[in-house]
């Protein structure tokens, strides 16, 4: 077998462990072995491979273990493809779900050619995304605060006879409730100091969103999102870090960029021109006139025997 002959390598990536599997591109597909989930182990896994001299392809399912792996590898030189478990082609009949049997699976369906890699953001981006990401748990978790503090006050039916809710006028609404028992009145102060909190956390991460987007490469798509009617700066920064770049994408992605406008013929200049180099569509020549007479009209009844 030659040096330039390939070999996939399938892992089924857990915390605590890796299962390998490996094949050539033509021959058995054999389980190599289990390893630790720390690039320790993987490192010397993968110095036992490179010593065949082959060209490696690695493949794995994305998961709770992010990209580490993934840019480890690229690092070494190494060609690797993150797959979504959701685009991995699975049979009906597959019930029986093992680590042994996933990595096989993998190497399988990589060396035929089935699997559709992801878009893997660099390390600037993944760190963006996680700060946005971050920031729509404190949104989250400022809804849930102030979720159990409304249920909180219907309980006691307390209502607020304004037209919108967390609006200044309802905060200073609620500044000045007492509820009737003392263990209650604690509870509704927990209550109403978690929802400050979580307006205060939210105000925080969306200050560092706008300061990391000062530098941060995707800056100008960002901005050019903002013109869409409705899509303020920190919904424009979310989109943009959770789609990532749109070059080279996989068509998923492209239908995603292409929704918010940024495919070049979504634009509305691009649409317009593209309607003026369209060609007018040929209008159906009327029928020539037949020479041979209308046949007669029939005007008996239909026959209903």
């Not at 399938?10 to 190599?32: C, F, Y």
């Not at 065949?52 to 030189?77: S, T």
């Not at 993998?106 to 390390?123: F, M, N, Q, S």
Request: proline letters at 7%.
């Amino acid at each position: 077998m030659s040096k330039s002959s390939k070999l996939f390598v399938g892992m089924d990536v857990h915390k605590d462990s890796i299962d390998l599997a490996t094949g050539e591109e033509r021959g058995e597909v054999r389980h190599h072995g289990a390893i630790g989930g720390d690039l320790a182990a993987l490192s010397r896994a993968v110095r036992k491979l490179e010593s065949l001299g082959k060209r490696l392809v690695f493949v794995y399912e994305a998961g709770p273990c992010g990209f580490v792996i993934y840019r480890f590898l690229r690092a070494r030189g190494h060609e690797c493809w993150v797959v979504a478990p959701s685009m991995t082609p699975r049979q009906a009949s597959d019930r029986v779900k093992t680590d042994r049997r996933d990595c096989l699976k993998l190497c399988r369906l990589a060396r035929a050619g089935e699997l559709t890699p992801i878009y893997v953001p660099d390390a600037a981006d993944e760190a963006m995304r996680d700060l946005v990401r971050t920031r729509e748990d404190a949104v989250i978790m400022q809804r849930q605060a102030r979720q159990r503090l409304s249920a909180l006050l219907l309980r006691n039916d307390i209502r607020y006879a304004g037209k919108s809710a967390w609006t200044q006028a309802h905060r200073r609404w609620i500044a000045h409730l007492k509820l009737p028992a003392p263990p209650q009145q604690i509870a509704f102060e927990e209550y109403v100091q978690a929802v400050n909190e979580a307006t205060a956390r939210i105000e925080r991460l969306e200050q560092a969103i706008a300061t990391e987007r000062g530098h941060w490469r995707w800056r100008p798509v960002a901005q050019a999102l903002e013109a869409f009617r409705g899509i303020q700066a920190i919904h424009a920064t979310r989109i943009v870090a959770e789609l990532g770049d749109s070059r080279g994408a996989s068509p998923i992605r492209e239908a995603s960029w292409a929704t918010w406008g940024s495919s070049p013929l979504r634009t509305p200049a691009a649409r317009a021109g593209a309607k003026a180099r369209s060609p007018r569509p040929a209008t159906a020549p009327h029928a020539a006139p037949s020479s041979k007479p209308p046949g007669p009209t029939s005007t008996m009844p239909a026959s209903h025997g």
